[in-house]
C-alpha cells in the first residue's frame, strides 16, 4: 500500500476492504472510497490520456466536474465509458480501464500529436479539412473520429433495467450540503413535502471535504445528523446518487438516480438507474460552488489538483494526492488546504499566495505550523514527467526558484455553480464582488442560496438555506417559525483570481478536457472570435463530457484580458441539460425489446395463438396473419387453402379489432347525416348500411358500416386505423359544430368481440350455433340485416355484412366471450369444414372484391377516385362537401380506382409501381398513377392489383405498364387495366 | 349440441403472470364481474337524471372527477353530462336496469367488458404508481373518492382512489381498455416487483 492513505477515519470503513482492478491491476480501498480516492491511495497518478495531445492526465477534482478522470467502467455488455473516477463509488470487484491511450497508458503512441501541436490550434478542423471537400466523409471525418473521441461504448445489449418515476412536492432542494440540508431541515420540519437531492453518496457537501464546526461539533456530524432528521421525517424524501440534470417548464425537473451503480450488478427487480421527473411548486438551489483550476505553464500535470478537491481527500478520504504537497492560491480558501495538509502530517514545503497581503489570521496560523509562506508569488510551471516533481514559482522580487513537490493543490477561487439557473433561459450576471457569474433571471419559484450564490461563508448558507426553507414552506400554507440556527465561526472568503501566469513556455490549458490552451484562446481572440459563444464554437473550450464546468470562467476571462474588457462585458455561455450526462437507456426507461410499446391483443388472441397462427402488427393491434397447418411451409399455400375455404366452404375471422361507436340521441339520424357522406336517416331499423366520410377538406377520411338498431341508436363501424380518429373527429362536430343537436357517443370497441363467419356455408354453421335465439334464414335476415338478441342470456348482435364478398355475418359477442365463442364457431362448423383465417385472406379476398382500405384510403384520394361518388348525396349538407368540389378534386383525370392484372399470368405485381403508357420513358411528365394494392388471387389464379390510374375505368381492356425502379432491381411489367371487382361482381353470394 | 360459450367467459388477466418479487409490497385483485354502464343524458334532462339517481339509488353523480358510491353501485363523473356507473356484480343486467330505471332521460351504454379493472392495494401502491402514471397520488391531492383520467405507459386509464384498507394501506383501482390487459399489467407488476406483486383472482 502506497503512503498517501493517511492515519485516521474520514468518512471511509478502514476496517474493510474492498478490492478492484485499474488497467487490470489489482488494488485495494475501503468502503466508502471513490475509484479516484481509491487510486490516488495506491499512489496511482496516471488515470487516463488527453483528448487530443494524448497528454497523461491525473486526477483534478473531487467531483462530477471532472474533466480528466474519465475512465471505462465494467465490462462486456456492461461497459461504459468515461465514467469519472471522482465520481465512481468504490464496490468489491469494479473493473476500470483508462481509456483514449494505445496501446497502453504508460506508453502512448497518440502523444507523437503533441509534437504536431501547432497544427492542432484553434480552428484546426475549418482551416486543414477545405479541401477536396469530397475527402471530408470519406478520409478526414472517419481519421478524425479514430484518433479523437472519448471511450467505447459497449456493443452488447444492455442486461439492466432502467426506470421512470415521478415526484411532487412543496419543495425541491438542489444540493445536500450545508445550504441544503438547512432548507430541507425548515420546510420539512413544517411539515412541507421535499425532496433533497444530492449527486453524493454521502450529503454533507463542503461539510465532509472541509474542517468545520457547527454548534461546537465536527460539521460532517452535524451533516449526517440533519440527514438522518430529514430521513425520518415522513413528507421528506432524501435522495442521495441522484443528479437533478434539468430544469424544464411548468416547475419540472429531471433527475437521475443511481440506484445500482455502486454495486457490481443490480439486485433482483433492482433498477440500474431511475430517471425522476420531479415537479415542484418551490426549488432551493444550494448547488454550491466549483472551484477554478489556474492557468500556468504544465497545469495539467498529473499530481496538479484542485485545493478543495485536495482537501476533500485529506478530510473525507485520508488521502493526500503527494508526500510532500505545495498550495498554489488567489485567496484565503487555499489556504485552508494547505492548513489541513499540514494538520495531517504532510509535508507542504510552500504556500504560494499571489497577492501580496492577506489577512493577518491567516499569516499567524501559518506562522503556528511553521510553514513556508511566498506572498505576491506565482507558480510559472511544474516540472517531471508523467507526475508533477517540482514547480518553478516567481517570487515577489521576480526571483525564479524551483520547489520540490509531489502534488499542487491550486486554488483560483470559486464559481458558484449556476447551471440549473439558466436551462429555462436565466442568465448569469458578473459579480465584481466575487469575480464570478452569480444566478440572475431565475425561473419562477426558484430561489439560489448559499455557494450556489455567491454567498461562500458557511453561516450565510446556513442562514440562507432556512429562510429559503421556511418561505417555501409558509408559500405552500405551512406555518414554519424561525428557528435558532446553528452557531459557526466566521471565515475569511476573500480572494483576487488571476485569469493568467505569463512567463512559461510550457503549454497551459485553460480546458483540460479538450486540450485548448492559453495559445488557442488566443487565437480566437486575435480572429476575432470575441464572444463567449463564438469562443467556444471555434476553439471547442467549454465542450466534452465536463461542458466546461472547470473551464469555461477562465477561458472567457482570458479572451477579456486579451480584448481588453471586463468578463462582464464578454457574458457567459448558457448552460443547457444536462448538467452532468445521461444514459440513454434512462431516457428509454422500461420501453425497450417486448415493451417498446403498448400491444392490444385481440379477443381471440389465445385462442389464435394455440392454433399454431402466426401474427402481425398493424397500428396498435396485433392481429393473427394466418393459421398455417403443420407442413406448410409456403405463406402461398396457406393463403390458396384459406381463401379456399371460406369461398367454397366457410372461414372464421376476428374482426374486433374495426372501431365501434355507439350513437343515441333524438338528433341521431340528422347527426349522420351530417357526418357522412351518403343519406344514413333513411336507413330502416334493424338495417346496415356502408358509409363513407369526408374530411373537411373533401378527401376520403374513412369507411365503415352503419347499423341501426332503434329509431335514435346507431352503431358504427370504422377502420380499425381510425377507430380514435373517427370518434374525435364526431366529438368535434358534436361538441363543437353542433352543441344544440342530442347526440351521445361512446366508444364500445372494447366492449365487444366479433367474428366474421364468411363463405357459402356460414348460414349452415350459424343456424345451429344460435340455435333458436335467432332466425338467420335468408328471408328472416336478409343480406345487410342486423339484429340485438340475447345468446344463452347474454347481450349478442349480428350483422349481415360482408368484406370478402361471400354470404357472411359478423357476430358480436361481449369481449370476455370472444375466446368461448370463437371456439363454438370453429366446434359447430367442424363438420363443414371450417378455416380460420387471417389478415392475409382478409386482405386478398377484400383486394379480389375491389374493396378499398387503408392504402386506397390514404388522405389524398376522393370519393371519386375510390368509384364512390356516387354515394355523394346532393340532398342534404355533411362535412366535406363543400370543398370536394373544388376543380382540381373532380378534374376528370385525376387517377382514379382500377384493377389490374399482369399481361402474362405468372407475373407478380408490386404494390407502390407506377403506371405508365407502353413505350413511354419512366419519369413525372409520363406517370399516370400507381398500384395500392397487390395480391395473389386464389380464384384467378395470378397476380392482381388494386390502383389509381388516370382516365381510371375508362380504360378498362387497356395494356399499360407497371414501372417499379426500387422493389429489388427495376421491374417494368405490362399489366392489363381491369374492373376493381374481380370476384363476383354482380354481387350474387352476397345475397344468397 | 355445442358448448355454452356464455359458460366460459375469459378474465381480461387470464393467462398473465401472476406474481413478480418477493413480499407482499402490491397485491392486486382482478375486479371481474362488474358491471359497468356509461351514463349520457340527453338534451336538458341533466338535472332530472340527477334527482332520479338521487332518490332511486341514494347516490348525486358528481359534476366532477371523482366518485360516489352507496351500497354496490358507485356513480363517477366522465365529463359534462357523462358518468360511469359501477356495480359490484350485475354485469350486463346493470346497463339494462339503469336505462329502464332513467328512461328516455339518458342514453345508457354497457362496459362491462370494456374494461380491465384492477384493485391495487399494500404498503408500497404509491411507490409503484409513480412509477406508471405521470400524477401526483399523494393524499394530501388525490383524495379518497378521486378519479384520475391519465396515461399510464402509453395507454390511457383512469385511476381510482379507494378508502384505505384496514390496515391503513392505500388502495386504487386502475381501469385500461380490455385489449391493453396484458401490457398494462406488465407494466404494473414490473414496477411492483421490487416491492413484491401478486395477483389474486377473487
Known amino acids: 500500500m502506497s503512503q498517501n492513505r493517511l492515519s485516521g477515519e474520514g468518512a471511509i470503513l478502514r476496517d474493510r476492504v474492498v478490492s478492484f482492478t485499474f488497467d487490470g491491476k489489482r488494488y485495494r480501498g475501503h468502503p466508502g472510497d471513490t475509484l479516484a480516492s481509491a487510486l490516488l491511495a495506491a499512489g496511482v497518478r496516471v488515470v487516463g490520456r488527453s483528448f487530443k495531445y494524448h497528454r497523461p492526465r491525473g486526477i483534478l477534482t473531487a467531483g462530477s466536474e471532472e474533466p480528466n478522470a474519465l475512465v471505462e467502467l465494467r465490462t462486456g455488455a456492461r461497459r461504459e465509458p468515461n465514467t469519472r473516477a471522482t465520481v465512481v463509488e468504490l464496490f468489491d470487484g469494479l473493473e476500470a480501464h483508462s481509456q483514449n491511450r494505445w496501446p497502453s497508458l504508460g506508453f502512448d503512441v497518440g502523444a507523437i500529436n503533441s509534437l504536431f501541436s501547432p497544427v492542432f490550434i484553434a480552428g484546426f478542423y475549418y482551416k486543414t479539412f477545405m479541401w477536396p471537400a469530397a475527402f471530408w466523409e470519406r478520409v478526414y471525418e472517419p481519421a478524425i473520429r479514430r484518433a479523437a473521441g472519448l471511450g467505447r461504448a459497449g456493443i452488447g445489449a444492455d442486461p439492466d433495467r432502467y426506470e421512470k418515476v415521478h415526484a411532487f412536492c412543496d419543495l425541491l432542494v438542489v444540493g445536500a450540503g450545508p445550504a441544503g440540508l438547512a432548507a430541507a431541515l425548515a420546510a420539512g420540519r413544517a411539515g412541507a413535502r421535499v425532496v433533497l437531492c444530492d449527486e453524493d453518496f454521502l450529503p454533507g457537501g463542503r461539510l465532509n471535504g472541509d474542517r468545520h464546526e457547527i454548534d461546537g461539533r465536527d460539521g460532517a456530524l452535524w451533516a449526517r445528523d440533519a440527514a438522518d432528521e430529514l430521513a425520518s421525517l415522513p413528507e421528506v424524501r432524501v435522495m442521495t446518487r441522484t443528479t437533478v440534470f434539468g430544469a424544464y417548464d411548468g416547475n419540472t425537473f429531471g433527475a437521475l438516480e443511481r440506484v445500482t451503480d455502486h454495486l457490481r450488478e443490480p439486485g433482483a427487480h433492482q433498477p440500474r438507474q431511475r430517471l425522476w421527473k420531479i415537479v415542484a411548486r418551490q426549488t432551493v438551489l444550494a448547488s454550491g460552488a466549483l472551484e477554478r483550476p489556474i492557468v500556468f505553464g504544465g497545469n495539467d500535470r498529473p499530481g496538479v489538483m484542485l485545493a478543495s478537491a485536495v482537501r476533500t481527500y485529506v478530510n473525507r478520504f485520508r488521502v493526500t494526492p503527494g508526500q510532500r504537497t505545495a498550495v498554489f492560491t488567489t485567496g484565503d480558501d487555499g489556504w485552508k488546504t494547505a492548513f489541513d495538509l499540514v494538520d495531517s502530517h504532510v509535508e507542504v514545503p510552500a504556500v504560494v499566495d499571489a497577492r501580496r497581503e492577506i489577512p493577518a489570521a491567516l499569516e499567524n496560523e501559518a506562522r503556528r505550523r511553521g510553514m513556508r509562506v511566498m506572498l505576491g508569488a506565482q507558480v510559472l510551471d511544474t516540472r517531471g514527467g508523467r507526475g508533477v516533481r517540482g514547480i518553478g514559482v516567481r517570487d515577489e522580487s521576480g526571483r525564479r526558484i524551483y520547489i520540490a513537490t509531489d502534488a499542487l493543490a491550486m486554488a483560483g477561487g470559486w464559481n458558484p455553480n449556476t447551471a440549473l439557473s439558466t436551462h429555462l433561459g436565466g442568465r448569469p450576471c458578473w459579480s465584481d464582488a466575487i469575480q464570478a457569474y452569480v444566478p440572475a433571471g431565475l425561473p419562477a419559484g426558484m430561489i439560489a442560496v448559499g455557494a450556489a450564490a455567491g454567498d461562500f461563508s458557511l453561516g450565510a448558507a446556513l442562514r440562507a438555506g432556512a429562510e429559503a426553507g421556511r418561505n417555501a414552506a409558509e408559500s405552500a400554507g405551512f406555518a414554519a417559525p424561525a428557528e435558532r440556527l446553528p452557531r459557526v465561526a466566521d471565515e475569511s472568503v476573500g480572494g483576487k483570481p488571476l485569469w493568467l501566469v505569463a512567463g512559461s513556455r510550457r503549454k497551459a490549458f485553460v480546458d483540460a478536457q479538450h486540450d485548448v490552451t492559453t495559445e488557442d484562446v488566443a487565437i480566437a481572440a486575435r480572429e476575432g472570435f470575441h464572444s463567449a459563444e463564438l469562443l467556444k464554437r471555434y476553439t471547442t473550450l467549454g465542450m466534452g463530457t465536463d461542458q466546461g464546468k472547470t473551464s469555461a470562467l477562465n477561458g472567457h476571462a482570458l479572451v477579456a484580458t486579451l480584448t481588453g474588457r471586463s468578463p462582464a462585458d464578454l457574458g457567459t455561455i448558457a448552460s443547457r441539460p444536462p448538467y452532468t450526462p445521461v444514459a440513454i437507456g434512462a431516457l428509454a426507461g422500461t420501453h425497450r425489446g417486448l415493451h417498446f410499446r403498448p400491444v392490444r391483443l385481440t379477443p381471440s388472441h389465445g385462442w389464435a395463438e394455440s392454433r399454431g397462427a402466426t401474427f402481425v402488427d398493424l397500428g396498435e393491434w396485433r392481429r393473427a396473419k394466418a393459421f398455417p397447418l403443420a407442413g406448410e411451409r409456403d405463406w402461398k399455400r396457406t393463403l390458396v387453402r384459406e381463401v379456399r375455404g371460406v369461398r367454397n366452404g366457410v372461414g372464421v375471422c376476428d374482426v374486433s379489432t374495426l372501431g365501434k361507436i355507439d350513437v343515441q340521441g333524438s338528433d341521431a339520424a340528422t347527426f349522420l347525416d351530417r357526418v357522412y357522406a351518403n343519406v344514413i336517416s333513411s336507413l330502416p331499423v334493424g338495417k346496415t348500411r356502408y358509409g363513407i366520410m369526408l374530411r373537411e377538406d373533401g378527401i376520403v377520411f374513412d369507411d365503415g358500416t352503419v347499423a341501426r338498431f332503434g329509431s335514435s341508436h346507431f352503431v358504427l363501424s370504422t377502420t380499425s386505423a381510425h377507430a380514435v380518429r373517427v370518434l374525435q373527429h364526431l366529438e368535434h362536430a358534436r361538441q363543437v359544430l353542433w352543441p344544440e343537436l342530442d347526440v351521445q357517443l361512446a366508444p364500445i370497441t372494447e366492449q365487444w368481440a366479433q367474428f366474421a363467419v364468411a363463405g357459402p356455408r356460414s348460414r349452415a354453421l350459424l343456424e345451429p350455433l344460435l340455435g333458436g335465439a335467432i332466425d338467420v334464414s335468408n328471408a328472416a335476415f336478409p343480406y345487410l340485416a342486423c339484429a340485438q338478441f340475447r345468446w344463452h342470456g347474454r347481450p349478442a348482435r349480428l350483422f349481415r355484412i360482408s368484406f370478402s364478398g361471400e354470404l357472411a355475418y359478423e357476430l358480436a359477442v361481449p369481449a370476455r366471450y370472444g375466446d368461448a365463442a370463437v371456439r363454438a364457431i370453429i366446434a359447430a362448423g367442424e363438420p363443414l369444414g371450417v378455416v380460420p383465417y387471417g389478415m392475409e385472406t382478409l386482405g386478398t379476398m377484400r383486394i379480389e372484391k375491389g374493396h378499398v382500405a387503408g392504402a386506397e384510403l390514404n388522405g389524398t384520394t376522393s370519393a371519386h377516385d375510390l368509384g364512390l361518388g356516387r354515394m355523394m348525396s346532393a340532398q342534404k349538407d355533411y362535412i366535406g362537401r363543400i370543398l370536394a368540389g373544388r376543380a382540381g378534386l373532380v378534374a376528370p383525370d385525376r387517377p382514379a380506382l382500377v384493377g389490374v392484372k399482369p399481361a402474362q399470368p405468372g407475373v407478380r405485381l408490386t404494390a407502390g409501381a407506377h403506371f405508365l403508357r407502353i413505350g413511354a420513358q419512366p419519369s413525372l411528365a409520363n406517370d399516370e398513377g400507381f398500384i395500392s394494392s397487390v395480391a395473389f388471387s386464389p380464384t384467378q389464379g395470378h397476380w392482381i392489383g388494386l390502383g389509381f390510374l388516370k382516365g381510371g375505368p375508362a380504360r378498362v381492356g387497356e395494356r399499360i405498364r407497371a414501372h417499379d425502379p426500387i422493389s429489388g432491381g427495376e421491374i417494368d411489367i405490362e399489366v392489363e387495366v381491369t374492373n376493381p371487382v374481380f370476384y363476383d361482381p354482380d354481387g350474387k353470394r352476397l345475397r344468397s | ?202
Open chain 2, 1 to 202: 349440441m355445442h358448448t355454452d360459450p356464455t359458460s366460459l367467459a375469459q378474465s381480461a388477466y387470464a393467462g398473465l403472470p401472476a406474481a413478480a418479487g418477493h413480499g407482499s409490497g402490491v397485491v392486486a385483485t382482478e375486479r371481474d364481474g362488474l358491471g359497468i354502464a356509461r351514463i349520457e343524458t340527453r338534451g336538458g334532462q341533466t338535472a332530472a337524471v340527477v334527482e332520479l339517481l338521487r332518490g332511486k339509488l341514494g347516490i348525486v353523480p358528481p359534476n366532477a372527477s371523482r366518485y360516489v358510491r352507496c351500497g354496490d353501485v358507485a356513480i363517477g363523473g366522465l365529463g359534462p353530462n357523462t358518468w360511469i356507473a359501477v356495480h359490484e356484480s350485475a354485469g350486463y343486467s346493470f346497463a339494462e336496469s339503469l336505462q329502464a330505471l332513467i328512461g328516455h332521460g339518458a342514453s345508457v351504454v354497457d362496459q362491462s367488458d370494456a374494461y380491465a379493472v384492477l384493485r391495487l392495494a399494500g404498503p408500497k401502491v404509491r411507490e409503484t404508481l409513480a412509477k406508471l402514471v405521470p400524477i401526483d397520488v399523494h393524499p394530501r391531492t388525490f383524495h379518497a373518492g378521486a378519479i384520475a383520467q391519465t396515461v399510464c405507459g402509453y395507454l390511457g386509464v383512469m385511476l381510482w382512489r379507494l378508502e384505505d384498507g384496514a390496515q391503513g394501506d392505500p388502495a386504487f383501482e386502475i381501469w385500461g381498455g380490455r385489449s391493453f390487459a396484458a401490457s398494462l399489467h406488465e407494466a404494473i407488476r414490473h414496477s411492483a416487483a421490487e416491492f413484491g406483486y401478486a395477483r389474486q383472482t377473487p
